[in-house]
């Protein structure tokens, strides 16, 4: 049994520039992945991250319920025709969430939780899709690697 409630933060490691744009305007863009359109994030604050995703910021969901509906509602509104699921990636075994939520043994350090999109029709393509999802400062906030705390 696994319980898929949204963990109580969320780390986005990236560019400051593409983060500023996704704390002021929620903008995120959707990558395909698995025959998915995907939305990474991790559930550690780990200096290593930053190194692994080439970061040199932080986005840091503290309402995690809050984002995870925004964003579902959002790509609702732009791809009415897919259905999302978002949980936590399991390494080294077949998710029960299917193919999309599954990564090798290795990547286990990104600790990752990933909200996924897949079409409903088989013709729709799979191409980086720009969501916004508007404001995110009343539950967000950047932090860059300076101000890393172990």
């Known amino acids: 049994m696994h319980d898929y409630q949204r963990p109580p933060t969320l780390y986005r490691y990236g560019v400051r520039e593409d983060l500023e744009l996704a704390l002021s305007e929620g903008q995120f863009i ?5 025959s998915c359109l995907t939305l990474s994030f991790s559930q550690a604050w780990d200096r290593k991250l930053f190194e692994l995703f080439s970061a040199d910021s932080c986005l840091i969901i503290h309402n995690t319920e809050e984002f995870g509906e925004r964003l579902h509602r959002a790509v609702q509104r732009t791809l009415p025709s897919w259905a999302g699921i978002d949980g936590a990636i399991e390494y080294g075994a077949r998710a029960a969430l299917g193919i999309a939520f599954t990564k090798t043994v ?28 508007g404001n995110l ?7 860059n690697m300076d101000t890393y705390l172990a």
């Open 30 to 34: 959707l990558r395909p992945a698995s």
């Open 137 to 143: 400062e009343n539950f967000a906030e950047l932090r």
């Open 106 to 133: 290795q990547e286990a350090d990104e600790q990752e939780w990933q909200f996924a999109w897949r079409a409903m029709q088989s013709k729709l393509s799979l191409n980086p899709v720009m969501i916004k999802i």
